[in-house]
């Protein structure tokens, strides 16, 4: 079955940096849009950034653009996210998700079929 396990999240000051990783397995991790979704407590699920399949045409949501960037390594079946710049409204769980869908980008919620556990980001001073 379709496995995706976060890790990399932790403590980071305001201003630092963090990478986190999403190893996947159980699918052709190659076929499928991919994407980064953050919670915060009493929060809804917030879009982060997603990914198409051979790595282009990466889109992000508006409070992270420019700061965080999103990759992937097919060939190691692992969705990566770059996290520089961070500050205090960063801290959420972060969360891996499998698109439905093959080539259509979304950065809703919904049209993701498979999520890790999530790895919780904590951004303070």
């Known amino acids: 079955q379709v496995q995706l396990v976060e890790s990399g999240g932790g403590l980071a000051q305001p201003g630092g940096s963090l990478t986190l990783s999403c190893a996947a397995s159980g699918f052709t991790f190659s076929d499928y849009v991919m994407g980064w979704f953050r919670q915060a407590p009493g929060e809804e699920r917030e879009f982060v950034a997603q990914i198409n399949r051979n790595g282009g045409g990466p889109t992000y949501g508006d409070s992270v653009q420019g700061r965080f960037t999103i990759s992937r390594d097919n060939a190691r079946d692992t969705l990566y996210l770059q996290m520089n710049s961070l500050k205090s409204e960063d801290t959420a769980l972060y969360y891996c998700?499998?698109?439905?869908?093959?080539?259509?980008?979304?950065?809703?919620?919904?049209?993701?079929?498979?999520w890790g556990q999530g790895t919780q980001v904590t951004v303070s001073a």
């Open positions: 998700a499998k698109s439905r869908y093959r080539g259509i980008t979304s950065t809703v919620p919904r049209e993701y079929d498979s």
